[in-house]
């Protein structure tokens, strides 16, 4: 099977295995009588038997969810100095509920960030976020239900690695990143604006 892994404008093969943590029995939440497809900004991701049933390699590059993370922190402190432990966090998570907890986001080569279902812009404000106030300059990867007509702006928010859905062609998605070939306005990718660069 080809690789769904785009990073930085190509495909690549993916060096990391993601860690899932054990299922949980979800409640089914409604709003305005209808079923919500997404957690609220602040809900907790996984419990406390879930952060401490997940198991991972004692070798090799893994993805842990951040709250598995900050669980084994401390054991896992070489391994995070050879590159080898990269940050799973969520869509809904808040970013200023765990970044006092890592004393240098930049310690860790990637972060992912995972959309469970595409229903909002949570992911693009994350990535400008990780971007633009706590300045992480390594691997910022967008998984889960990720798309061909969102790679451009997840791009211009930061984003440089794309898993792309497993049902989708990575080839053909590729080629979002080159859907528009001058954005008018200012983002991480580009902060000036179209008016200010191009020359008249």
Do not use: C
């Not at 029995?25 to 997940?54: M, R």
């Amino acid at each position: 099977m080809s690789s769904q892994l785009i990073l930085n404008n190509h495909i690549a093969n993916d060096e990391w295995q993601l860690i899932e943590p054990p299922k949980a029995q979800e409640e089914v939440k409604k709003q305005a009588g209808k079923v919500v497809i997404f957690k609220i900004t602040g809900e907790a991701s996984l419990n406390q038997d879930q952060i401490e049933k997940t198991t991972f390699p004692k070798s090799g590059k893994i993805i842990l969810p951040i709250q598995v993370l900050l669980h084994h922190q401390k054991a896992l402190m070489d391994r995070i100095a050879k590159k080898e432990i990269g940050i799973w966090i969520e869509t809904h998570e808040e970013i200023n509920s765990f970044i006092d907890k890592i004393d240098d986001i930049n310690k860790f080569s990637l972060i992912s960030v995972n959309v469970r279902k595409f229903a909002d812009g949570r992911i693009f404000s994350i990535g400008n976020m990780l971007r633009m106030k706590y300045k992480f300059k390594n691997e910022l990867r967008a998984i889960g239900d990720v798309l061909r007509d969102q790679l451009f702006f997840l791009k211009r928010s930061g984003f440089n690695s794309f898993l792309i859905r497993k049902d989708r062609d990575a080839n053909d998605a590729i080629l979002g990143l080159t859907d528009f070939s001058t954005p008018y306005q200012g983002a991480v990718d580009q902060q000036k604006p179209a008016w200010k660069i191009i020359k008249r």
